[in-house]
């Protein structure tokens, strides 16, 4: 059964820095696509980025030259290193794993960005 488990958000001052990761487990992720999705209140959950074997990087609009998606392919993690943080990143991040054609979810832990 494919798990994922997310660590490392927080609260945080505007122009901080924080950093995600995401613990798969369950099954043999090689192929996968994994990555990162956000929802603020109110909102819809929207893509932050992405990384596919042969370190494919998707990022969204938003965040593009701020954060970076890596991926330990050894360990099964995701890391998501978000740098000049800003009020509009507050929001639940969700872990996410594409194998196939299925999608997996971890639990999500939220960042706030405030003063």
């Known amino acids: 059964q494919v798990q994922l488990v997310e660590s490392g958000g927080g609260l945080v001052q505007p122009g901080g820095s924080l950093r995600l990761s995401c613990a798969a487990s369950?099954?043999?992720?090689?192929?996968?696509?994994m990555g990162w999705y956000r929802q603020a209140p109110g909102k819809q959950r929207e893509l932050v980025a992405t990384?596919?074997?042969?370190?494919?990087?998707n990022y969204a609009d938003a965040v593009k030259g701020r954060f970076t998606v890596s991926r330990d392919y050894l360990k099964n993690t995701v890391h998501l290193q978000m740098n000049s943080l800003k009020p509009e990143d507050t929001a639940v991040y969700y872990c996410?794993?594409?194998?196939?054609?299925?999608?997996?979810w971890g639990q999500g832990t939220q960042v706030t960005v405030s003063s």
């Open positions: 996410y794993l594409l194998r196939n054609i299925l999608e997996y």
């Open positions: 369950g099954g043999i992720f090689r192929t996968s696509v």
């Open positions: 990384i596919a074997p042969g370190v494919r990087t």
